[in-house]
């Protein structure tokens, strides 16, 4: 990963990554004062070409999806410090309703 500044990331995949890609996460001012936007270019090289391709599309393996969800949980991380789950918990807590 590549710093550019403070509003800017660069990265590009390691050679003999599973899926080639490369990308760029900009920061920006929201108008009116309301945080940051973030705007994200995203390139995608599916293994195997147009083959590949299609069957990434027949298993819903979309790289628009794949960039929504990583979007949401870098959201998620940045404004609560972690990533939101919805695997059970190691222990419940006590307390509660049945108290």
Do not use: C
Not at 21 to 49: C, V
């Amino acid at each position: 990963m590549e710093e550019t500044g403070s509003d800017e990331i660069r990265w590009s995949s390691l050679d003999g990554a599973d899926v080639p890609n490369a990308g760029t996460l900009t920061f920006r001012p929201a108008p009116g004062d309301r945080g940051t936007e973030l705007h994200l270019k995203i390139g995608f090289d599916p293994p195997g070409g147009a083959v590949g391709e299609a069957v990434s599309k027949l298993f819903h393996i979309v790289p628009a999806e794949i960039v929504r969800k990583a979007l949401y949980k870098f959201r998620a991380l940045a404004l609560t410090g972690e990533i939101p789950t919805t695997e059970p918990q190691p222990a419940p807590r006590r307390g509660g309703a049945d108290r």
